[in-house]
């Protein structure tokens, strides 16, 4: 008996949520195989995995460590994936986001500690969301494809950081190391827990979650950022404003972006380098696609990546192989989660059933 | 004419998509030599009913059987389109399945030969030019797809299901895409086609050409069969009441009590100059309690003017005045704060995000007002009941204010946005191509909640390609060519011949013209 597809009329959330799962499932899956070739057990391995990544209060402060930035660099693509603004600047966008932060929490603004850290957080957030804004009207105003833009601008980016704390940033006491001026004491996050690394960072990658929860759903901006994503048109023909919500979602999407760098900043370096985010920003497209662009989904996700590279990195260090194992398993989520995403456009069905002649 | 055995027998079939039966157990047997019509209603299941004879969809009961030689007939796989191509089934779609940039004779060929066929074009060239002769399906084969008239494109259409050795050909809507002179060209071709011995399912809602070209007609009516009937002993009223199973009001017009001006266009220009679509210093008003009809061959400034008075656009040059102030601003949502009701022309496309809810879509151009939501929230609880409440005074047939738009049919869409942008009771209606694509019944309603409106006071622009629409609906017509309005004055005093010269831009009465 074959198989046909047939398109299906709306996706269960179990049946979303499956796909997801199951999608993490048969990364995992795969990845066993290299695992076997490197002379492992794969059982073994991803039990070290699971225990580096939530076995102790250490490690599972590690992994929300690692979390925080892939929340908010995770909703950054939700909001403008949702729109079909396709931003893949989010790791420029952090990086302006820790270079305003920087430039504004280093000494340059003398504020007491509440009022310090909103201002950075708002510089961050306004400097990450400049850098998805400009592309956006460019692509409004000429055409210009906002992909290309912004993934190129990643580039010119790290470029621009580097040659700032190489020069003018430069920390004079960093002992020649390539990194900036360190933010003042008000500037930077508490940690939550003593001695534990977790910082007020994922405090407000779950408030941005929770907020744009809350917009998705229930407010007029939602609603207008829906309508213009799945059917421009019909849109403006109703009289919601096109350009202008689209800068809505470009400013909110770099924003949240550039709060993931200050994050990073303030909350665990301390100072810029050209080395803050591991690709937080581009694995933020894959934590979104993961969560099927829900924003508390992005939460799961998020968490669920960033074990898998901190459980990795524990692992690599008791088996001795590579923790490129966890490129491996994020990228072989994104690409299962794509094709289940058509499973749950169409559904399967008998090609063939039964009939009497 | 037609032999004992018929070429294509359905029996009982059976369709559910959810709990909507879209086919309950239908028959009908199609012989050699046949035009058999499927009329309905738009959701009646004419459609669905193809799909599952050309293996598109899948019955959930029921068989498709075709003849097999001599007496014999054989049962079709469901859900195999190459079972149903090999049987000698053809369709044509409504949309057709052309490639655009490969000749007549390129897409008659796709996908029957191997991709390397040396030499084989020539033997391809002489079937088609013999079923050409045979038919008088007359088509420039040479000629790259896009450089066709939809008429032509039609035509390769059918010389494609042909040149498979098509022996049931279906055409789903076929006229909808035709102007009057070209749908009885079609008709032509298939009643030869008929007399070589093929046999003809022919899909449509328009009783006049079903009565012209069919032998036999099956009413289709919620997925029922209506009705069965010989086309020679029909009687046009009876099958009406048959596709829609009530008796059809006809929409009776008196002339209205025409009021102030409303909507001014002062010699208003908007886009490129000489351009057959721009529009080039136009005037006229639109006045309470008046439907004005604007008549034209499509392409000849009809979108410029709605998407003036839509807001989607201001004038070059010139001014339009809404209640006396001029407009602007392009702002759709300030025209409909104004009491402004737009259809647009294209519905599915201008109309509903397909994606969002059935009442999401009701609320879409009043979303930021007080009514629907507070301090930036959406007020849900007030968009559902709004909706609850349009979707039973509009009769917007679907599962509830939570479905989703797009699987809403076409004729649905339209009740879905009169509901929208009637139920404010506005001071302006622009009507664009408001039953385009609809059956009888749909029309009949918008037509009613259209004079309705005027008689409540409001001033009415429709845009039609249908002249009978217009004349059924107008007080007073405006004839647009290359982007100039003639007013050719009350619809009394006008004939169709007229109004079509006007169209032509011959700017001349036939009586001077005569003389």
Not at chain 2, 414 to 424: M, P, W
Not at chain 2, 430 to 444: E, H, K, S, V, Y
Not at chain 2, 452 to 467: M, P, T, Y
Not at chain 2, 472 to 493: K, Y
């Given at each position: 008996?074959?198989?046909?597809?047939?398109?299906?009329?709306?996706?269960?959330?179990?049946?979303?949520?499956?796909?997801?799962?199951?999608?993490?499932?048969?990364?995992?899956?795969?990845?066993?195989?290299?695992?076997?070739?490197?002379?492992?057990?794969?059982?073994?391995?991803?039990?070290?995995?699971?225990?580096?990544?939530?076995?102790?209060?250490?490690?599972?402060?590690?992994?929300?460590?690692?979390?925080?930035?892939?929340?908010?660099?995770?909703?950054?693509?939700?909001?403008?994936?949702?729109?079909?603004?396709?931003?893949?600047?989010?790791?420029?966008?952090?990086?302006?986001?820790?270079?305003?932060?920087?430039?504004?929490?280093?000494?340059?603004?003398?504020?007491?500690?509440?009022?310090?850290?909103?201002?950075?957080?708002?510089?961050?957030?306004?400097?990450?969301?400049?850098?998805?804004?400009?592309?956006?009207?460019?692509?409004?105003?000429?055409?210009?494809?906002?992909?290309?833009?912004?993934?190129?601008?990643?580039?010119?980016?790290?470029?621009?950081?580097?040659?700032?704390?190489?020069?003018?940033?430069?920390?004079?006491?960093?002992?020649?190391?390539?990194?900036?001026?360190?933010?003042?004491?008000?500037?930077?996050?508490?940690?939550?827990?003593?001695?534990?690394?977790?910082?007020?960072?994922?405090?407000?990658?779950?408030?941005?979650?929770?907020?744009?929860?809350?917009?998705?759903?229930?407010?007029?901006?939602?609603?207008?950022?829906?309508?213009?994503?799945?059917?421009?048109?019909?849109?403006?023909?109703?009289?919601?404003p096109v350009d202008a919500t689209m800068l809505k979602v470009a400013l909110i999407s770099g924003g949240l972006a550039g709060l993931a760098g200050v994050g990073e900043v303030a909350g665990v370096k301390g100072y810029l380098s050209a080395d803050l985010s591991p690709g937080f920003g581009y694995s933020g497209i894959v934590v979104a696609m993961l969560a099927g662009l829900s924003p508390i989904g992005s939460v799961l996700a998020a968490i669920f990546i960033a074990a898998v590279f901190v459980g990795a990195d524990s692992m690599s260090r008791a088996t001795g192989i590579s923790n490129y194992l966890a490129d491996l398993v994020v990228a072989l989520s994104l690409l299962c989660v794509l094709v289940g995403s058509f499973f749950l456009r169409f559904r399967l069905a008998p090609a063939n059933p039964k009939v009497e002649a | 004419m037609t032999s004992h055995t018929p070429l294509l027998s359905l029996t009982d079939i059976t369709k559910r998509f959810g709990t909507l039966i879209a086919n309950n157990a239908i028959s009908l047997d199609l012989h050699q030599g046949e035009i058999l019509a499927l009329l309905g209603e738009n959701g009646a299941g004419k459609t669905t009913l193809m799909n599952i004879l050309f293996g598109h969809y899948v019955q959930d009961e029921g068989t498709v059987r075709v003849a097999a030689g001599g007496d014999v007939m054989t049962t079709l796989p469901p859900g195999s389109p190459g079972a149903a191509l090999a049987a000698g089934i053809g369709m044509v779609h409504q949309h057709f399945t052309l490639a655009e940039n490969l000749s007549g004779l390129d897409n008659i060929r796709l996908g029957t030969e191997p991709l390397l066929s040396f030499g084989r074009r020539h033997a391809a060239r002489a079937k088609v030019e013999k079923i050409i002769t045979e038919s008088g399906l007359d088509v420039d084969l040479d000629r790259r797809v896009d450089g066709l008239t939809v008429g032509e494109k039609q035509r390769v259409e059918i010389l494609k299901a042909l040149y498979r050795d098509a022996r049931v050909l279906i055409l789903d809507e076929p006229t909808a895409v035709l102007t009057p002179q070209e749908a009885e060209g079609l008709f032509a071709v298939l009643r030869r086609l008929a007399a070589n011995g093929l046999g003809v399912i022919f899909i449509s809602h328009k009783l006049g050409e079903v009565l012209a070209v069919s032998h036999r007609i099956m009413v289709l009516r919620a997925g029922e069969q209506a009705g069965e009937l010989v086309t020679a002993q029909a009687d046009r009223r009876a099958i009406a009441d048959l596709m829609v199973g009530k008796a059809v009001a006809e929409v009776t017009r008196t002339p209205g009590a025409r009021g102030r001006a409303l909507v001014e266009f002062q010699s208003v220009s908007l886009g490129k100059p000489g351009h057959r679509a721009a529009l080039h210093g136009v005037s006229f008003d639109l006045?309470?309690?008046?439907?004005?009809?604007?008549?034209?061959?499509?392409?000849?400034?009809?979108?410029?003017?709605?998407?003036?008075?839509?807001?989607?656009?201001?004038?070059?040059?010139?001014?339009?005045?809404?209640?006396?102030?001029?407009?602007?601003?392009?702002?759709?949502?300030?025209?409909?704060?104004?009491?402004?009701?737009?259809?647009?022309?294209?519905?599915?496309?201008?109309?509903?995000?397909?994606?969002?809810?059935?009442?999401?879509?009701?609320?879409?151009?009043?979303?930021?007002?007080?009514?629907?939501?507070?301090?930036?929230?959406?007020?849900?609880?007030?968009?559902?009941?709004?909706?609850?409440?349009?979707?039973?005074?509009?009769?917007?047939?679907?599962?509830?204010?939570?479905?989703?738009?797009?699987?809403?049919?076409?004729?649905?869409?339209?009740?879905?946005?009169?509901?929208?942008?009637?139920?404010?009771?506005?001071?302006?209606?622009?009507?664009?191509?408001?039953?385009?694509?609809?059956?009888?019944?749909?029309?009949?309603?918008?037509?009613?909640?259209?004079?309705?409106?005027?008689?409540?006071?409001?001033?009415?622009?429709?845009?039609?390609?249908?002249?009978?629409?217009?004349?059924?609906?107008?007080?007073?017509?405006?004839?647009?060519?290359?982007?100039?309005?003639?007013?050719?004055?009350?619809?009394?005093?006008?004939?169709?011949?007229?109004?079509?010269?006007?169209?032509?831009?011959?700017?001349?009465?036939?009586e001077t013209l005569a003389s």
């Open positions: 008996m074959s198989l046909r597809l047939e398109p299906r009329e709306h996706a269960p959330l179990g049946l979303r949520l499956l796909v997801s799962l199951l999608a993490g499932a048969i990364a995992l899956l795969f990845v066993a195989i290299p695992v076997m070739a490197a002379g492992a057990n794969p059982c073994e391995a991803y039990v070290l995995m699971a225990q580096g990544a939530f076995g102790s209060m250490f490690a599972l402060s590690e992994t929300l460590n690692r979390a925080t930035p892939l929340i908010l660099t995770g909703l950054a693509a939700t909001v403008a994936f949702r729109a079909r603004l396709w931003n893949i600047g989010a790791e420029g966008q952090l990086y302006m986001g820790a270079l305003a932060a920087v430039l504004v929490g280093s000494g340059f603004l003398q504020l007491p500690g509440p009022i310090m850290i909103p201002a950075i957080m708002l510089a961050g957030f306004l400097a990450g969301g400049l850098m998805m804004v400009v592309p956006t009207m460019l692509k409004q105003r000429f055409g210009a494809d906002e992909v290309v833009i912004t993934l190129l601008l990643n580039f010119v980016v790290i470029l621009f950081i580097q040659m700032l704390i190489e020069g003018p940033l430069k920390d004079p006491l960093s002992m020649g190391w390539p990194q900036s001026v360190p933010l003042l004491a008000e500037a930077k996050f508490d940690k939550l827990v003593p001695r534990l690394r977790t910082h007020w960072g994922l405090i407000i990658g779950l408030v941005s979650a929770l907020l744009l929860w809350l917009m998705v759903k229930k407010t007029v901006l939602g609603f207008e950022i829906k309508a213009v994503g799945e059917n421009k048109p019909a849109a403006r023909f109703a009289g919601i | 006045r309470a309690g008046e439907v004005v009809g604007l008549a034209g061959v499509s392409g000849n400034g009809q979108s410029a003017i709605a998407a003036l008075i839509s807001g989607l656009a201001v004038p070059d040059s010139g001014t339009m005045r809404l209640y006396g102030d001029p407009v602007t601003r392009a702002d759709p949502r300030r025209l409909v704060a104004a009491g402004v009701a737009r259809m647009p022309e294209d519905r599915q496309h201008d109309g509903v995000v397909g994606t969002m809810s059935v009442a999401d879509n009701i609320a879409i151009e009043e979303v930021r007002s007080p009514g629907f939501s507070r301090y930036g929230f959406i007020d849900a609880k007030a968009i559902r009941a709004r909706a609850t409440a349009a979707i039973a005074a509009y009769d917007v047939r679907c599962p509830g204010p939570d479905a989703e738009a797009r699987l809403l049919s076409g004729g649905n869409v339209q009740k879905l946005i009169l509901a929208r942008v009637l139920e404010r009771a506005p001071r302006v209606i622009l009507a664009n191509q408001p039953t385009r694509g609809l059956d009888i019944g749909a029309q009949a309603e918008v037509h009613r909640r259209i004079i309705a409106a005027r008689d409540r006071g409001a001033a009415v622009l429709v845009i039609s390609e249908d002249l009978d629409e217009l004349f059924a609906l107008s007080d007073r017509f405006l004839v647009i060519h290359a982007g100039e309005i003639t007013d050719a004055g009350p619809a009394e005093t006008l004939d169709r011949a007229t109004v079509g010269l006007l169209m032509a831009g011959q700017t001349h009465t036939p």
